[in-house]
């Protein structure tokens, strides 16, 4: 079946970077847009960016413009996110999830599968 | 970025109970618009997308309507299974931004 399935948690001190991975299973990796969207703690849904895992494009969203970054690797089927200058304020439960088809440029379609989140936290 | 305000930010109902949740935008998104259920410990999951189009697999009586800058989700008969926070979230343009949930609690 369709599935991602995330690393595990992570503890960081403020200051350092945090990569999460998230590996795609039971569909073609390439075929679907993958999203990230974040969590704090008692908190709502928070939209980070956009990886086209084709090509390997990004988009962010201004607020971590200059501290995130998304990979993938094709031959494992796997994208990661990562964050650097960790503050307290990026403790999160951080969520990979796929979009729409990335043929017909399908950005805007909804979120169908969501991963298991991975917990952030940030602490010195 | 478009901003969505959802209300009410949490409702109490009995089992069988119609609820209603509200979502507007900012500006206008057509029918770009989806809701989301996350329960308790859980990674959100999709119910309805295009307004109105349930997700397979959700039971009917979770419904969607609306367009421009106005939505609503409606449970028409409140099940205990139902205890839950509801998003919704424009899709119209980027960053495809989330409203701030409703909880939906079972009296």
């Known amino acids: 079946q369709v599935q991602l399935v995330q690393s595990g948690a992570e503890v960081k001190k403020p200051g350092a970077s945090v990569k999460v991975s998230c590996k795609a299973s039971g569909y073609t990796f390439t075929t679907f847009y993958f999203h990230w969207v974040r969590q704090a703690p008692g908190q709502g849904l928070e939209y980070m960016g956009i990886i086209n895992p084709s090509f390997g494009s990004t988009t962010y969203t201004q607020k971590f413009q200059v501290r995130v970054t998304m990979t993938r690797d094709t031959s494992t089927t796997t994208v990661y996110m990562e964050l650097s200058s960790l503050t307290s304020e990026d403790t999160a439960v951080y969520y990979c999830?796929?979009?729409?088809?990335?043929?017909?440029?399908?950005?805007?379609?909804?979120?169908?599968?969501w991963g298991q989140g991975t917990v952030v936290t940030v602490s010195s | 970025d478009i901003q969505m305000t959802q209300s009410p930010s949490s409702v109490s109902a009995s089992v069988g109970d119609r609820v209603t949740i509200t979502c507007r935008a900012s500006q206008g998104i057509s029918s770009w618009l989806a809701w989301y259920q996350q329960k308790p410990g859980k990674a959100p999951k999709l119910l309805i997308y295009?307004?109105?189009t349930l997700q397979s697999g959700v039971p009917s009586r979770f419904s969607g309507s609306g367009s421009g800058t106005e939505f609503t989700l409606i449970i028409s008969s409140l099940q205990p299974e139902d205890l839950a926070t509801y998003y919704c979230?424009?899709?119209?343009?980027?960053?495809?931004?989330f409203g701030g949930g409703t909880k939906v609690e079972i009296k």
């Open positions: 295009a307004a109105s």
């Open positions: 979230q424009q899709l119209n343009s980027f960053p495809f931004t």
């Open positions: 999830v796929r979009g729409g088809s990335v043929v017909g440029t399908r950005r805007n379609d909804p979120f169908d599968i």
